[in-house]
């Protein structure tokens, strides 16, 4: 369903991404604390405002707009404002830092509020709306931050905190307005942390908290415009990625359980790979209503919602999971994980391809029984090579973190020198 476009090698492991709302510009914030820029070139149909034109293969240079080691210790979450203007960052150093996002310069920073007189390291930075930053730490808390009109921090201290999950908060999804909205932007939102799911309001606090799910939820993504079912309210859910393999839909506003569930990794005795990161597919990409689920074990698979089951995967990497996913504003998937991002295009098969793939099949159908025999021969091999496989990626795991600033800074494309 995509293609590589290029693949971007690190300095260091990736530890979070973010993707600008209305530019083709990716933020990284690496393992060893960097903070580093990308502008992804232009579309193909695209001018690049010098007249040229993008190449029609949709490869060309990646540009670096700054890069700094911002934050002592690991940048563990990156968010840019609603406008894109600012930039947010977090890191191990207990500091949150706004910069500009067009030179990478701060303009305003604050300390992020200690637990048990120790730095309450970060997990999650979040832009609600132009006066609302939230930020959830490792002890569970959840801070709301005015902001002034310059995206910088109206206090040093937040305006609210709240405590959702027990555990840490592994992921935030902003709900959709109501339409009787004058502003335009959520005032509530789903977290996921532990074994629960939540829904905060922006002036009531934490409303409701789910049941005991019975395993780690890590992921999620709310996805509108989904038919609606007898019985059902709308078609709108939260869906929520776990850490063995299975996809729940939640309906909005039934939060006490879920009501659905996807297998997108069931190929393991004990469950499947992790769920680690969510992405809504943008409508004009594909057919359907489609989401992007990134995995623990280096695949990014495609699920299409209504008939609720996977129709397309990749891989982005044979060792390193996908920690970072999502879609930037000409369409373009961008993953991350270990010391590499890579960009992705839709595909787009002509007519003597899709020829071909049929004559392929019917040749492949017609062989299904010659080959029967000599499955069994391989099943041994097969087995012993996917757990050296799976040896090489835990050994891969345990080193995260590490830097790898002996590598040279290039990018390498598809089809170029």
């Not at 990794?265 to 057919?287: C, F, H, M, R, T």
């Amino acid at each position: 369903m995509f293609d590589t476009v290029c693949t971007l090698p690190l300095s260091s492991d990736l530890f979070v991404q973010a993707i600008h709302p209305s530019e083709p510009i990716v933020t990284v914030g690496l393992a060893a604390g960097h903070v580093q820029t990308y502008r992804l070139p232009p579309l193909a149909h695209e001018g690049r405002g010098d007249g040229t034109h993008a190449p029609e293969n949709g490869c060309g240079t990646i540009e670096t707009s700054w890069r700094t080691k911002r934050h002592k210790g690991s940048c563990r979450s990156l968010t840019f404002s609603v406008d894109g203007e600012a930039l947010y960052s977090v890191g191990t150093d207990g500091l949150v830092k706004v910069a500009s996002t067009a030179t990478g310069q701060v303009t305003s920073k604050i300390a992020i509020p200690l637990h048990n007189s120790a730095i309450d390291a970060p997990s999650l930075v979040h832009a609600l709306s132009p006066q609302t930053l939230l930020l959830a730490t490792d002890s569970s808390a959840l801070h709301l931050y005015d902001l002034r009109a310059n995206s910088t921090f109206a206090t040093s201290t937040p305006q609210q905190t709240h405590h959702p999950h027990d555990d840490y908060v592994s992921s935030l999804t902003p709900l959709a307005p109501t339409d009787a909205s004058t502003s335009g932007f959520s005032k509530q939102w789903i977290s996921t942390g532990g074994s629960t799911l939540a829904v905060t309001d922006l002036r009531r606090g934490v409303l409701v908290k789910s049941e005991d799910q019975e395993e780690e939820l890590l992921s999620s993504v709310f996805v509108g415009g989904l038919p609606v079912k007898a019985g059902r309210r709308k078609g709108e859910k939260v869906l929520v990625g776990g850490g063995s393999g299975v996809l729940t839909l939640w309906e909005k506003g039934v939060w006490d359980d879920q009501d659905e569930r996807i297998i997108v990794d069931g190929g393991k005795p004990g469950g499947g790979e992790s769920l680690d990161v969510l992405a809504g597919v943008p409508e004009d990409v594909g057919e359907g209503k489609l989401v992007a689920v990134g995995m623990g074990h280096g695949k990014i698979r495609i699920v299409k919602m209504g008939v609720n089951k996977v129709v397309a995967e990749m891989s982005h990497d044979d060792l390193e999971g996908v920690i970072g996913l999502g879609f930037e504003v000409g369409g373009r998937m961008v993953s991350g994980g270990g010391p590499v991002v890579k960009v992705w295009q839709e595909k787009v098969e002509d007519e003597e391809d899709e020829v071909e793939t049929d004559i392929n099949a019917k040749r492949r159908k017609e062989n299904d029984s010659d080959e029967q025999g000599s499955d069994d021969d391989r099943d041994g091999d097969s087995s012993e090579e996917e757990e050296e496989v799976e040896r090489k990626r835990k050994r891969r795991k345990r080193n995260k973190g590490k830097d790898h600033s002996g590598n040279p800074h290039v990018m390498a494309f598809k089809g170029m020198d």
